[in-house]
């Protein structure tokens, strides 16, 4: 199932290879994270799909309010990956979560779960590096956000490392 939707994922966004590239990378930490965090296989199916469609609003963002802002990928997003997701046989609980996170992806004050908070650490993990954050920054997000063993190694491995 994970590899027919980022075959559309891929196919949705063209030739568009930086943000292909971007849900590659999400969702390569999200799957790593949710398992060492041993998360069951229904909310590992659950961050997987939601990381690898967690940007698809942006499109239509872009084209409807010449913005790739977070709240307009957050209100797009949803009915993209309803598409998308249409005739994947996805139980209707586990799409309205997947829905769910990626229309609250930019939402920090209402992470509700731990699959949410995995989808915000893989999002910065990346969004770190590709936004050449400095260390002060990369800090105060950890500080701010991280809350998994798993993704605050990450960070701190990756990032912070003196």
Same mark, same amino acid.
Do not use: W
């Given at each position: 199932?994970?590899?027919? !939707?980022?075959?559309?994922?891929? *196919?949705? +966004?063209?030739?568009?290879?930086?943000?292909?590239?971007?849900? %590659?990378?999400?969702?390569?930490?999200?799957?790593?994270?949710?398992?060492?965090?041993? *998360?069951?296989?229904?909310?590992?199916?659950?961050?997987? !799909?939601?990381?690898?469609?967690?940007?698809?609003?942006?499109?239509? $963002?872009?084209?409807?309010?010449?913005?790739?802002?977070?709240? +307009?990928?957050?209100?797009?997003?949803? &009915?993209?990956?309803?598409?998308? %997701?249409?005739?994947?046989?996805?139980? &209707?609980?586990?799409?309205?979560?997947?829905?769910?996170?990626?229309?609250?992806?930019?939402?920090?004050?209402?992470?509700?779960?731990?699959?949410?908070?995995?989808?915000?650490?893989?999002?910065?993990?990346?969004? #770190?590096?590709?936004?050449?954050? &400095? $260390?002060?920054?990369?800090?105060? #997000?950890?500080?701010?956000?991280?809350?998994?063993?798993?993704?605050?190694?990450?960070?701190?491995?990756?990032?912070?490392?003196?």
């Amino acid at each position: 199932m994970i590899a027919s !939707i980022l075959g559309k994922m891929i *196919l949705y +966004y063209g030739e568009d290879v930086r943000r292909i590239n971007h849900a %590659l990378k999400v969702y390569g930490f999200a799957r790593c994270i949710a398992r060492q965090e041993k *998360l069951s296989e229904k909310e590992i199916l659950i961050v997987e !799909i939601a990381s690898v469609l967690h940007d698809i609003g942006i499109k239509e $963002a872009e084209r409807k309010y010449n913005s790739s802002s977070g709240k +307009y990928q957050e209100v797009e997003g949803p &009915p993209v990956a309803r598409e998308l %997701l249409d005739g994947m046989n996805i139980e &209707p609980q586990m799409l309205e979560r997947v829905c769910y996170l990626i229309g609250n992806h930019h939402s920090y004050q209402k992470i509700d779960g731990l699959d949410f908070q995995i989808l915000v650490e893989a999002d910065f993990l990346v969004n #770190v590096f590709e936004n050449e954050m &400095p $260390a002060h920054s990369i800090e105060a #997000v950890k500080k701010r956000y991280f809350k998994t063993e798993t993704g605050g190694k990450f960070l701190e491995n990756m990032y912070l490392r003196k």
